[in-house]
């Protein structure tokens, strides 16, 4: 791959991943003064000088999203540092490169939505969610994006195995 090619690559990579950076802070769900724990109305967000209320939901959304992105971005600039230092980048790869980060973000989504689901209640308020554990676990699902699809696979599988076959077969009758 030629040198400006991967100059472009890697300002690309660094700058939205500075995006993504600011996209997490600015859509932090605010604490509460006195407590130290999340707001649970919508409040405001500064993004880029542009003004809006969120509904805390949909902020806990933003960061999940944002941070599986991170996670992936993570992983698209350690594995270009690496074939770019070892001269074995190839164009073949720039594809994987783009999309690692929407991946991440996708799977994080998909990790936070069965977690939330699953191992809460419905009633649990967004404001009592632990959303730096969140977080994280979105950046990892992002980072590692390989192995969470594959223990997705596994939960899938679990769940909904295919039903176990009769021991005693049906009698065949002459036909």
């Known amino acids: 791959m030629p040198a400006a090619g991967i100059v472009v690559l890697a300002v690309l990579f660094v700058a939205m991943s500075v995006g993504l950076l600011y996209t997490i802070i600015q859509f932090w769900p605010p604490l509460a003064p006195a407590t130290g724990a999340q707001t649970s109305s919508g409040s405001g ?40 230092g070892t001269r074995k980048l190839v164009w ?17 989504t998909i ?28 950046a990892l699902v992002g980072l590692f994006s390989e192995q969470a699809a594959a223990k997705l696979k596994d939960v899938f599988s679990a769940m909904f195995s295919p039903a ?12």
């Not at 993004?47 to 806990?60: H, L, N």
């Open 45 to 84: 967000v500064n993004y880029f000088g542009f003004g809006f209320s969120v509904p805390e939901e949909a902020r806990i959304f933003v960061v999940i999203v944002a941070a599986g992105a991170v996670g992936g971005a993570i992983h698209t600039l350690r594995s270009l540092m690496m074939f770019v």
């Open 92 to 108: 073949s790869w720039v594809l994987m490169y783009c999309l690692l980060p929407v991946i991440g973000a996708l799977l994080a």
């Open 164 to 175: 176990e076959k009769a021991t005693d077969p049906a009698p065949v009758v002459p036909g």
């Open 111 to 138: 990790f936070y939505v069965v977690l939330r689901g699953g191992l809460l209640t419905v009633q649990t308020p967004s404001a009592t969610l632990n959303i730096y554990g969140f977080a994280a676990v979105g």
